[in-house]
């Protein structure tokens, strides 16, 4: 048996054996992939194994991520810096090996994975942020943005919708250096994909604009090799089918018992007899291990011969260089001058001063790259004057998704990870039901993206109860690590735009209003402690309302008059909960029990706030197709309601 045999049926070992110790995992998927993924460590992928986060290394996305052990092997054994105690302490709470890959913990992973689909979508993301980044910066004499995107996917990943998503927006825009690898193996965990899965996949993805090639033998490394070739001379992006047989080597090969469980003690004994190696657990023979050392110096010197452009492009272009290196970089900094936060001087729906400072800002900031599932008008989302990013034009800065919501968060989650870009996605508020995996996969990584929500409440009107959010606020806010903005007013609305683009490991959502709304005479720029006094009260205090974005205007009009009643304006309740006792006790003190809450949206989440002797003015059923001022009013959502209410109280 050659070197490279054994090397891979080590990588092999190496994975069952972790899940063996942990008595939980998933042996089946490493046993049968392997082989692809050796090929692209070994000949393909190009990364300095002493600077994992080199900007122009190629990017690598475990889509099948409950495939985390053949991961973890190939970092060690390719010297990503996983130990062997390490990969001994697979699954263990608080180790770098965790049941599914897991960015920000684990060096040279480059996205989270697990749940299925959503890792090839990513991939597209990097690999549009590649393109982006190559028309900015490239040079006819030199490439100092030049690397590939790569994904192993398997029949779940294919699946799920949010991958055809995803591959329809990569065909038609011709994501060259985007390689996806599909490890077809016709089984899912409840046995054969025939059961539910019956396309010619090859044949979809053609139809998708993708060039296909196929691995007819999975263990077949010239093969598979071959292949990645041919893929890389293409002009559109390839997805390599590679059949392979789930748990390959193992007694148990083919079935579907492979995938999640531990094969066990005597199956994994005949495993290592099937690939002639020692019996031994987590064992490297020692010239397997010399001949990793020598495909490891083989990598860095790849990198190192890459790192050469990098440095004489520096030289060359040290202005362009400067840029680049700094926008992979976090930096603070004010996008808007303290004046033109007093500059609104007329009604304004929310959603439209979004439109009007994202074009501002991006006047003075190429890197702003983002875009709509086809509502870029409504949501005010399209940089005026801009062209679309398109298969023929790489420079253009407004990013259509088409109708693809859960594909566009996943995208921009990608393009974040790359880094060198500001990114934002937007929708109407009612649809962030289709990317909400992707926002909590967003703030499980403790990625910056902007989520931006418009037409946030009844006020749709027309459009009817299909379209007008109400739960959908509750929903966002439950996710752990996103900060949700519902901004009053022109002022809040640019405060949060500001902070958001400040963000340095949070996902923001912001929820924009479609109708107009009045500026308002105390509102406030600092908005960083999530809420603050808006209208403070006539002699005693008594009352306390809270409200949100539209609501507020109609909080100080349902007020006026009323003795002992103070208003706040709540924009984020994230960040309001984020702050000192102190502060808290002075916006909500303790002894003031009547609190009252109004947002045109669910009561959950409010009584926290008003407490038990507290009243919400909500909406805890569905809407209505109207007028918006006729729906508000249907809904008890007009000045003279609310007062009678806050009096009755």
């Not at 190559?134 to 949010?162: R, S």
């Not at 949100?548 to 909080?555: D, I, P, Q």
Request: hydrophobic share 35%.
């Amino acid at each position: 048996m050659n070197i490279d045999n054994r090397a891979v049926n080590t990588i092999r070992m190496l994975s069952v054996d972790q899940v063996e110790k942990a008595n939980s995992g998933h042996p089946g998927m490493p046993l049968g992939a392997a082989p692809m993924a050796y090929v692209l460590f070994k000949n393909h992928i190009t990364r300095d194994s002493k600077n994992l986060d080199w900007t122009n290394r190629d990017r690598f996305i475990l889509s099948a991520g409950h495939g985390s052990a053949l991961l973890y092997s190939l970092f060690h054994t390719f010297g990503y810096g996983l130990t062997m105690d390490d990969l001994k302490n697979f699954r263990q709470l608080g180790s770098l090996t965790p049941g599914h890959p897991e960015y920000g913990h684990t060096k040279g992973v480059d996205a989270t994975t697990g749940p299925l689909g959503q890792g090839i979508a990513m991939a597209v993301g990097m690999a549009i942020a590649e393109e982006k980044l190559a028309a900015l910066y490239n040079k006819d004499d030199l490439k100092l943005v030049d690397h590939y995107t790569y994904t192993i996917v398997g029949d779940g990943c294919l699946m799920e919708g949010i991958s055809n998503e995803a591959s329809s927006l990569a065909g038609t825009l011709k994501l060259k250096k985007l390689i996806a690898f599909y490890d077809s193996n016709s089984i899912s965990i409840e046995g054969s994909t025939d059961l539910a899965f019956s396309e010619d996949v090859r044949k979809r993805y053609e139809a998708l604009g993708w060039d296909t090639f196929l691995v007819e033998d999975g263990n077949d490394l010239d093969a598979i090799n071959k292949a990645i070739e041919e893929a890389k001379k293409t002009d559109k992006p390839s997805l390599i089918e590679v059949k392979t047989k789930i748990g390959f080597g193992s007694p148990l090969a083919g079935s579907e018992k492979t995938h999640g469980s531990p094969l066990g003690e005597e199956n994994t004994k005949e495993t290592k007899k099937y690939f002639g190696l020692s019996d031994k657990s987590f064992y490297i023979e020692e010239d397997v291990k010399e001949y990793f050392d020598k495909l490891i110096e083989e990598n860095t010197k790849r990198a190192e011969e890459k790192l050469k452009i990098e440095k004489e492009y520096a030289e060359k272009y040290p202005e362009d260089y400067k840029k680049y290196k700094e926008s992979f970089e976090y930096h603070k900094r004010e996008y808007l001058e303290k004046e033109y936060y007093d500059s609104f001087d007329k009604d304004m729906a929310t959603r439209s001063v979004f439109g009007e400072v994202l074009n501002k800002i991006a006047k003075d900031n190429d890197l702003i790259f983002g875009g709509s599932a086809d509502l870029g008008p409504s949501n005010k989302s399209l940089l005026k004057g801009e062209e679309y990013f398109s298969a023929d034009n790489r420079l253009g800065r407004n990013l259509t998704f088409g109708v693809r919501e859960n594909a566009m968060g996943a995208i921009t989650n990608g393009m974040v990870l790359h880094g060198g870009l500001k990114t934002y996605a937007s929708t109407f508020l009612v649809f962030s039901d289709y990317l909400k995996p992707t926002i909590r996969l967003s703030a499980l990584m403790n990625l910056p993206n902007l989520f931006v929500f418009t037409h946030d409440s009844i006020g749709v009107g027309e459009d009817g109860p299909t379209h007008q959010p109400i739960d959908q606020l509750a929903m966002l806010r439950s996710i752990p690590g996103v900060v949700v903005m519902r901004p009053a007013d022109g002022r809040e609305t640019a405060a949060s735009i500001n902070l958001a683009l400040n963000s340095k490991n949070t996902p923001v959502a912001l929820a924009l209003s479609r109708q107009n709304l009045p500026q308002l005479e105390n509102s406030m720029a600092d908005i960083k402690k999530g809420a603050y006094i808006i209208k403070e009260e006539e002699g005693e205090l008594e009352k306390i309302i809270i409200a949100t974005g539209s609501e507020v205007s109609l909080a100080i009009e349902a007020a006026k008059g009323l003795k002992g009643v103070r208003i706040v304006s709540m924009p984020s309740m994230e960040l309001f909960d984020a702050q000192s006792s102190d502060y808290k006790e002075k916006i909500l003190p303790r002894n003031v029990r009547k609190r009252i809450s109004i947002e045109a949206a669910s009561s959950f989440g409010w009584h926290k706030y008003v407490g038990l002797d507290g009243m919400t003015i909500s909406i805890d059923g569905f809407g209505a197709s109207g007028k918006g001022e006729e729906v508000f009013e249907r809904f008890g959502f007009t000045a003279e309601r609310i007062r009678e209410k806050i009096q009755k109280y």
